[in-house]
């Protein structure tokens, strides 16, 4: 039951901050949300840090489990503030859905933009929420690296560029997760935010991105 109702308050919180914005997040304004008695999720979360921690964590760990769901297979433990996986990285020459290796660019590209297209279609709260908390924790260098990293994971990123032959695949990894964060916040918060996302759409500017990696990076450390 415990456990229920921690997940219950942190599913609360993500709402509340998606729809009222995050100084709207207080503990009484959680319990009136989801018409808890007075004080319960103080009595979880004692503080504004710890439910906000607790939330941070929330994310990550559904971002582990649809990427597990969409792979048919289960959950594999991970370690507290880690980053999850999604589909984008285990394009990167592991075995795909019927065991098949990773295809083109293109391939990769739709694989990817089935994930974004996933997040915006069924997580938009938590993209918005966790947007608003990235801000929220610029001090805190350590949940702010937390939040960052909940979605998509610069270790898999590189991976993928590794397999596409990138000279210099960190470089090529933090490009394109920062090219994954600006597709998805402009159509949660940007000006195509209410314009519905295909995959298709988004797969164009990743494929372009994927299929000049390995000539953009052909220089360690280029810029």
Same mark, same amino acid.
């Given at each position: 039951m415990s456990t229920d109702r921690r997940s219950q308050i942190v599913a609360g919180a993500i709402d509340l901050i998606a729809t009222r914005g995050i100084r709207a997040l207080t503990h009484r304004a959680v319990d009136t949300r989801l018409d808890l008695p007075a004080g319960s999720t103080s009595y979880y979360f004692r503080t504004r840090h710890a439910l906000i921690e607790a939330v941070a964590d929330g994310?990550?760990? #559904?971002?582990?489990a649809d990427f597990a769901a969409a792979q048919g297979e289960a959950p594999a433990p991970r370690e507290p503030g880690g980053q999850s996986e999604? $589909?984008?990285w285990r394009a990167s020459g592991r075995p795909r859905g019927?065991?098949?290796p990773a295809g083109s660019a293109a391939d990769v590209a #739709? @694989?990817? /933009?089935?994930? =974004?297209e996933h997040l915006l279609t069924h997580r938009r +709260? @938590? *993209?918005? !929420? #966790?947007? /608003? =908390?990235?801000?929220e924790t610029l001090? @805190? !260098?350590? =949940?702010h690296a937390r939040l960052a990293g909940s979605l998509f994971s610069l270790d898999r990123a590189t991976e993928l560029f590794t397999a596409l032959g990138a000279a210099d695949p960190a470089a090529a990894a933090g490009d394109f997760l920062a090219l994954l964060e600006g597709l998805v916040f402009d159509r949660f918060a940007g000006l195509r935010a209410d314009q519905p996302a295909t995959v298709?759409? *988004?797969? #164009? $500017? *990743?494929s372009q991105f *994927?299929? +000049? /990696?390995s000539d953009d990076y052909s220089q360690p450390n280029s810029e």
């Open positions: 994310i990550t760990a #559904r971002s582990h999604s $589909p984008a019927g065991g098949e #739709r @694989d990817v /933009a089935g994930w =974004l +709260n @938590d *993209l918005i !929420a #966790r947007h /608003a =908390l990235i801000i001090a @805190d !260098a350590g =949940l298709e759409q *988004l797969a #164009r $500017p *990743l *994927l299929a +000049n /990696a």
